[in-house]
C-alpha cells in the first residue's frame, strides 16, 4: 500500500511562485516515476509533469514547459514541484500519482495511486 500526500499549495498571485511537495509512504518509491496532475472546476483532471525513478528523465505539459519544474529525492522519498511565473490559469487542485512503472508517462491511466489534492489558487 502507497499514501501520497500533498503540501505546497495556497494563494498566490500571478507571476508568483510556489513548490509543491508529495511525501511517499511505503516501499520501493525509488522504483517508480512519479508524475503531478492537475483539475480546475468543470474541467477533466490533466497531465501537468512527470519524472522518471532517477529522475534523468522528465515530461511537461505544453502549458507549463518552461515555467514548471518536476523533481525528486529518493532517500526523503519525495517529489517536488516547482512552480514559477504562476497564472490565473494555473488555478486548480494539484493532484501527485504513483506510476505503476520506472517510465514516466503523461496518460493518467499509467498511475495506481494518488494524493488526496492541494489547491493551488492564482490572483490576477
Known amino acids: 500500500q502507497v499514501q501520497l500526500a500533498e503540501s505546497g499549495g495556497g494563494l498566490v498571485q500571478a507571476g508568483g511562485s510556489l513548490r509543491l511537495s508529495c511525501a511517499a509512504s511505503?516501499?520501493?518509491?525509488?522504483?517508480?516515476?512519479m508524475g503531478w496532475f492537475r483539475q480546475a472546476p468543470g474541467t477533466e483532471r490533466e497531465f501537468v509533469a512527470a519524472i522518471s525513478w532517477s529522475g534523468a528523465t522528465t515530461y511537461y505539459a505544453d502549458s507549463v514547459k518552461g515555467r514548471f519544474a518536476i523533481s525528486r529525492d529518493n532517500v526523503k522519498n519525495t517529489v517536488y514541484l516547482r512552480m514559477n511565473s504562476l497564472k490565473p490559469e494555473d488555478t486548480a487542485v494539484y493532484y501527485c500519482a504513483k506510476g505503476s512503472s520506472s517510465n514516466p508517462y503523461i496518460r493518467s491511466r499509467f498511475y495506481d495511486y494518488w494524493g488526496q489534492g492541494t489547491q493551488v489558487t492564482v490572483s490576477s
Open positions: 511505503g516501499r520501493d518509491f525509488s522504483s517508480y516515476a
